[in-house]
Nanobody
């Protein structure tokens, strides 16, 4: 019943922008606490950004603070990650995830998306 599906990845030049979307249905849904993780080759999966179900609380990893913006549109059951001023080190598979509790960590996730590739060229 639960679905978390990402889209919007692709290839972009350094300094460019992408917007990732995450559509949720069933349980969990977009009113759950939602998060974006990323995993680069040979690296552990790390939390990039998170947004509480209310939309009023947000978290950003220091590496993306000021460049990425997480938002949600509960009417559309969709969570977004706006990525601006992208850098080659942002290259990774990005995963949308739903969390049962706040704050979000990798151990609190109850549903994972399939991942979408983001590649930033120099």
């Amino acid at each position: 019943q639960a679905q978390v599906v990402e889209s919007g990845g692709g290839l972009v030049q350094a300094g460019g922008s992408l917007r990732l979307s995450c559509a949720a249905s069933g349980r969990p849904n977009s009113r759950s606490h939602m998060a974006w993780f990323r995993q680069a080759p040979g690296k552990e999966r790390v939390l990039v950004a998170a947004i509480a179900g209310s939309g009023t609380a947000r978290y950003y990893d220091d590496s993306v603070k000021g460049r990425f913006t997480i938002s949600r549109d509960n009417a559309k059951n969709t969570v977004y990650l706006q990525m601006d001023r992208l850098q080659p080190e942002d290259t990774a598979v990005y995963y949308c995830a739903a969390s049962s509790v706040w704050p979000v960590s990798i151990t609190t996730i109850v549903a994972w998306g399939q991942g979408t590739q983001v590649t930033v060229s120099s």
